[in-house]
């Protein structure tokens, strides 16, 4: 004999299917979004000049605009040149050419003879350093990864849909900056892992496994709040600069913009703000490496294996220990000079920095054949003060006080 159910619990059978198909869709469509990925437009490590402002003529429309390109390179050169301490001279059409990587269109009319605009002009780090005297090489930090989270009319958004917020920062180009950006696009799964309610969260061990996915080593949180006086009116943003998994605020600062259509600029204006002051707390040195994000395995020493073996007449040679090196590095060359510096001490035989924080603390992995009591007064006898024990140093170069 068939029974029949009774009617709440086929209700209640039937709701829950329904809950579930409507749960399953739902996070598919939060993952397959359309119009929600912002590609950076670029990353690459290119001089920037921008704001140059040209007005010229020519016969027609395309000879004005090849003209007002040509005097735009011409005075971002000067500019440039100057910049970096070179004298602000000229070079030939030709060379410009030849080192001008792209030039940005700000804001452009184009007239039957005429042509005015406001223009960036990019030019190639490796050819331009060579003329202008300077170095190809950028002193980068780690890399940090950007969440940036945009609070309007009491919303708080990521990646769940494409914000003004994340297209300033996928037009900002990181070439002249010191902190090397790791910049979602918000494709794929990102709407899913990194969403309002995990820049809030502090716990390490989620944010390990975060940003070991994205290839970075700690997070900054730009945040930005949008308050509209009236539609198509004046735009206040209040930005914040916060980094790290407590949600932690270095500055906040606030700009206003007359209209709506200004919105772009005003975000722009934000983010090279915030680039500057992260760029100041990264030579400052707030910007550390975490120790909960990055943690410092103990060494961990395996017994020999017994043998029965006699061995006579053989010098012994002490086991080689690994151990961890921080010390100060307010910029490049002290990264080198250190390593040097640990390289000639007697039975160091690796020296390598694993950690690297311009402006901060890096730490170095150290091989030495020998007791990290002889490695610390090998580093007392040449000049250093040494901090710590067992495998963990930390050295630094003493300041006497007139």
Do not use: C
């Not at 429309?61 to 440039?80: F, P, S, T």
């Not at 707390?281 to 017994?306: C, F, H, K, Q, S």
């Not at 090196?325 to 990264?335: H, K, L, R």
């Amino acid at each position: 004999m068939r029974r029949r159910l009774p009617v709440a619990l086929r209700l209640a059978v039937v709701m829950t299917a329904v809950a579930a198909v409507l749960g399953a869709r739902g996070v598919l469509a939060q993952i397959e979004g359309e119009d929600r990925g912002v590609t950076a437009v670029d990353s690459s490590n290119d001089f920037e000049v921008a704001g140059i402002r040209v007005d010229v003529s020519g016969q027609n429309a395309d000879a004005a605009r090849l003209a007002g390109w040509r005097e735009a390179q011409r005075k971002a050169y000067v500019q440039l040149s100057q910049r970096m301490g070179a004298g602000g001279g000229l070079v030939s059409d030709g060379t410009l050419d030849s080192i001008v990587s792209s030039i940005v269109v700000e804001n452009e009319q184009i007239g039957p003879n005429r042509y005015i605009a406001r223009l960036g002009v990019l030019f190639d780090r490796g050819r331009t350093a060579g003329l202008l005297g300077v170095s190809a090489t950028v002193a980068r930090s780690s890399p940090f990864l950007v969440v940036p989270v945009q609070w309007s009319t009491g919303v708080g958004t990521v990646f769940e849909q494409r914000t003004p917020w994340q297209e300033a920062w996928a037009r900002f180009r990181t070439g002249s900056s010191a902190v090397d950006y790791v910049r979602p696009t918000g494709t794929g799964p990102d709407s899913l892992l990194l969403d309002v309610g995990q820049t809030q969260r502090p716990d390490r061990a989620w944010w390990r496994a975060l940003l070991d996915q994205y290839g970075a080593t700690d997070v900054l949180i730009p945040t930005v709040q949008l308050h509209r006086q009236y539609p198509g009116g004046p735009i206040i943003g209040v930005f914040a600069a916060r980094y790290g998994p407590d949600h932690r605020i270095l500055q906040r600062f606030t700009l206003r913009v007359g209209t709506a259509a200004g919105l772009p600029a005003l975000l722009d204006a934000g983010v090279k703000r915030l680039d500057g002051v992260y760029q100041r707390a990264l030579r400052e040195g707030y910007l550390g490496l975490d120790p909960g994000l990055n943690p410092i395995m103990p060494v961990v020493e395996t017994p020999p294996e017994e043998t029965s073996d006699i061995v006579e007449d053989q010098a012994l040679t002490p086991a080689a220990l690994a151990l961890t090196i921080q010390f100060d590095t307010p910029d490049a060359a002290s990264v080198t000079a250190t390593e040097s510096a640990l390289r000639g001490i007697p039975g160091v035989t690796g020296a390598a920095t694993t950690s690297l924080a311009l402006g901060g603390v890096s730490s170095m992995n150290v091989i030495y054949a020998g007791s990290a009591e002889t490695l610390r007064n090998a580093l007392e006898s040449r000049g250093w003060q040494v901090i710590g024990s067992d495998t963990t140093l930390r050295i630094r170069r003493p300041t006497y006080t007139p």
